[in-house]
């Protein structure tokens, strides 16, 4: 089994004005680049692919909320923006390969309901704040953008793992030679570990451990299929775990955990989940 690598981050208190500090949030827009650190603690780092150095983000504050452990991501005045610690569970995006969005895919139904009740008391459940959710496409394939959705809980988009998790400039500017995926110094950032009730018998090709890193969805889609199989289907980016072999990289093998696949996969494979949302404070 792998040793559990304690993926963390660090941000500085902002004191920020906000509109409207209802129990309805203000949008989380793909493209705003408003939420990103004025400060940065750099700390003993590695060299990436493009032999930078990059920073190893370690003291992220944890909290409990429910039965479950969060990293905290951005803090406000009012209301903080977490996400689950750990993958909690496996589940697929949607039960059938269609075109589907997250607006109207199993997963976000299930989030928001389901979910909710499962982990949170009632005093809980009203700390939770009814989110904006905005859809922006995927910026390196010709997706379309999709409708926003108002949630309490849902799973970040390639873009917020993007500024949350360590931004390369690669999202923006697409590296040439490195088609389907963003490897950068900020892949071990991205690597998430499976809480240790989930099985993996018959799900992954290679035999993992309770507890091993293993792959969890996003909520921006990307191109359709229909080209190659004939198929209305949207496949579904996603962040790769780490995996007992290597893959081909500049002529070098490496692991591939991390990566953010930006050509994605079909949504009704079975991946690991990682809640997000904002509570009161």
Same mark, same amino acid.
């Given at each position: ?52 150095? /990059?920073? &190893? ?8 909320? +429910? =039965?479950?452990?969060?990293?905290? *991501?951005?803090? %406000? ?62 910026p390196w394939l010709s997706s379309d953008t999709s409708a926003d959705t108002t949630d309490r809980v849902f799973i970040l /988009?390639? &873009? ?8 390369? +400039? =690669?999202?923006?500017?697409?590296? *040439?030679?490195? %088609? ?33 890193s293993f792959e969890w969805w996003l909520r921006t889609e990307t191109y359709n299929d229909g080209d190659k199989h004939d ?40 991946? +690991? ?9």
């Amino acid at each position: 089994m792998k040793k559990k690598l304690v993926i963390s981050f660090v941000f500085a208190s902002m004191a920020i004005s906000l509109m409207g500090c209802s129990r309805s949030s203000d949008v989380i827009n793909d493209n705003d680049s408003s939420h990103e650190n004025n400060e940065e603690t750099n700390l003993e780092g590695y060299e990436n692919h493009n032999n930078a150095t /990059s920073i &190893d983000i370690s003291e992220n504050e944890r909290i409990e909320f +429910g =039965d479950i452990s969060w990293v905290v *991501l951005y803090e %406000e005045s009012n209301r903080i923006l977490v996400i689950s610690e750990e993958i909690l569970e496996l589940r697929q995006f949607n039960s059938t390969n269609v075109d589907v969005t997250w607006e109207n895919s199993d997963l976000r139904e299930y989030l928001n309901d389901e979910f909710i009740t499962n982990h949170f008391s009632i005093e809980e459940q009203s700390r939770l704040i009814e989110t904006t959710v905005s859809n922006a496409h995927n910026p390196w394939l010709s997706s379309d953008t999709s409708a926003d959705t108002t949630d309490r809980v849902f799973i970040l /988009s390639v &873009d917020e793992v993007v500024r949350y998790f360590g931004d390369s +400039g =690669d999202l923006e500017n697409r590296p *040439l030679g490195w %088609e389907w995926g963003i490897y950068d110094q900020y892949n071990r950032n991205r690597i998430a570990f499976a809480n240790q009730s989930i099985d993996f018998s018959g799900v992954d090709e290679f035999t993992l451990d309770r507890g091993s890193s293993f792959e969890w969805w996003l909520r921006t889609e990307t191109y359709n299929d229909g080209d190659k199989h004939d198929l209305e289907i949207t496949l579904i980016n996603y962040i790769l775990g780490s995996r007992p072999e290597t893959i081909e990289y500049s002529d070098e093998m490496v692991d591939e955990g991390g990566i953010i696949d930006m050509y994605g996969v079909y949504p009704s494979k079975f991946l +690991g989940v990682r809640p997000a949302m904002w509570i009161e404070r």
